[in-house]
C-alpha cells in the first residue's frame, strides 16, 4: 500500500545501397544517442513550486522510500518507476484532485500535465496515437516497395522519408511512455530530424532535383540540411536547451515546407485542373490546423487526452494520405532516366499508373 501524507487524499495510481543506407542511419542514432545521453536536467513548472506539492514529495519519501521501503509493482519497475518518482506521480495526482475538488486551476509539474497513467504507461492517448503513427509509416514504407519501381528516382528519398518517419514516431512512443531527460532529447532531435528531412525532400519533388544535371546543386542543398541540423543540436546541447527556441525551429521549417508543397499544388492544379494535384497542399492544409491544437495546450481531459495527443491522431490520417499520393502519382522518367533497358519496368509503370487514369503525372 502507497502511503501520501494525510493532508492529501491518495490518489488511484493508476542491397547494397540499403546497407550503406541503414549504416548512415545506425551511426546517427547513435550520435544522437550518445548526445542526449550529455544532456542536462528539465526546468521545473508552476505546480512543482506548489507548497502542499513540495510538502507531500517529502513525506511520502519519508513514509516509503527510507527504512521500510514500499514495495513497487514489476509493472512499474519494468518501466523504471522508482520509489522517489511513485511518490512525485501520487503526489501531482493527489495534489491535483484536492485542486479541482477546491474549483483551482489545474497546474503543470516538470513541464507537464498531471496525466492518469495506465499500467506505468504516463501519457497513454499519446504512446497510442505515436504508435498509430509510426504504423502508417511501415506500411507507407511496404506501399511503396509494392507500388514504385526500384528504378524510379525518388524511391530512395520517399523510403527515407517514411525510415526518418518511423524513428521519429518510435522516439516519441518512448518518451510519452516513460519521460526521461535522455528520452525527450531523443524525441526532441528524432522529431527536429524528420521535420528537416520534409525540408530536404520538398525541393527535390518538386523542382526535380533527383535529376543528373542537377547532382552538385542536390550535394550543396544537402550538405546544408545537415550543416543547419548539426548546428540546431549544437545549439540546444551545447549553448541553452530552449523549448521557445525549437519549437520556432520546427515550425519555420515546417512552415517552409508547406509554403513549397503548396506552392506546387497550386501550379498544378491551376495547370492541370486535376484534384490529385491538389492533395499536398489539402495535406498541408490539414496538417496546419492540426498544428493549432499543438498551440491551445489545455489541460488534459479526463487527465487522459490534452490538446499534445490529440495532434498526434491528428497527423496520423495525413500520413495515410501522404503514402497513398507518392505511391499513385508520380513525375515520368526524365530523359537520362528513359533509356528502354534501364526504365522499360518504370515506363510501364507510369503508362498504368497514370496514363490508363487519365491523370498526367
Ligand atoms: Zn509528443
Given at each position: 500500500?502507497w502511503l501520501l501524507p ?49 510538502d507531500c514529495v517529502q513525506d511520502c519519501k519519508e513514509r516509503n522510500c527510507l527504512y521500510e521501503k514500499t514495495p513497487l ?9 522508482n520509489c522517489p518518482s511513485e511518490c512525485d506521480?501520487a503526489c ?270
Amino acid at each position: 500500500m502507497w502511503l501520501l501524507p494525510r493532508t492529501h487524499f491518495s490518489s488511484s495510481s493508476s542491397s547494397s545501397s540499403s546497407g550503406s543506407l541503414c549504416r548512415a542511419l545506425a551511426i546517427f542514432s547513435f550520435l544522437l544517442f550518445a548526445l542526449a545521453l550529455l544532456a542536462t536536467p528539465t526546468a521545473a513548472s508552476r505546480g512543482d513550486r506548489l507548497p502542499e506539492f513540495k510538502d507531500c514529495v517529502q513525506d511520502c519519501k519519508e513514509r516509503n522510500c527510507l527504512y521500510e521501503k514500499t514495495p513497487l509493482p514489476l509493472h512499474l519497475r519494468l518501466l523504471l518507476w522508482n520509489c522517489p518518482s511513485e511518490c512525485d506521480y501520487a503526489c501531482q495526482r493527489s495534489v491535483t484532485v484536492s485542486r479541482v475538488v477546491d474549483g483551482q486551476s489545474i497546474e503543470q509539474f516538470h513541464g507537464k500535465w498531471p496525466f492518469k497513467r495506465l499500467w506505468g504507461v504516463q501519457e497513454p492517448f499519446s504512446v497510442l496515437f505515436s504508435i498509430l503513427n509510426g504504423y502508417v509509416h511501415y506500411v507507407g514504407l511496404k506501399s511503396l516497395k509494392r507500388e514504385l519501381p526500384r528504378s524510379y528516382p525518388l524511391y530512395r528519398y520517399y523510403r527515407l522519408f517514411g525510415i526518418f518517419g518511423m524513428f521519429c514516431w518510435l522516439w516519441s512512443t518512448i518518451f510519452h511512455m516513460r519521460d526521461f531527460v535522455f528520452t525527450e532529447r531523443m524525441d526532441y532531435f528524432s522529431a527536429g530530424a524528420n521535420v528537416l528531412y520534409g525540408l530536404y525532400l520538398a525541393p527535390i519533388r518538386i523542382f526535380r532535383l533527383y535529376r543528373p544535371t542537377y547532382a552538385r546543386i542536390l550535394r550543396i542543398w544537402g550538405m546544408v540540411c545537415i550543416a543547419a541540423y548539426a548546428a540546431h543540436v549544437y545549439y540546444l546541447l551545447g549553448v541553452r536547451w530552449d523549448y521557445a527556441y525549437n519549437m520556432a525551429a520546427n515550425v519555420v521549417i515546417g512552415s517552409i515546407t508547406n509554403i513549397l508543397w503548396t506552392y506546387w499544388s497550386i501550379r498544378h492544379y491551376t495547370r492541370l485542373k486535376s484534384f490529385w494535384a491538389a492533395w499536398p497542399g489539402l495535406i498541408v492544409m490539414w496538417l496546419i490546423m492540426a498544428m493549432s491544437l499543438e498551440l491551445l495546450d489545455f489541460p488534459p481531459v479526463a487527465g487522459a487526452l490534452d490538446a499534445h495527443s490529440l495532434w498526434h491522431a491528428a497527423t496520423i490520417l495525413p500520413g495515410m494520405w501522404w503514402y497513398k499520393y507518392v505511391a499513385t502519382f508520380f513525375p515520368p522518367p526524365s530523359l537520362p532516366y528513359a533509356l528502354p533497358f534501364a526504365t522499360l519496368p518504370l515506363s510501364l509503370h507510369y503508362v498504368l499508373r497514370c496514363r490508363v487514369h487519365v491523370r498526367p503525372c
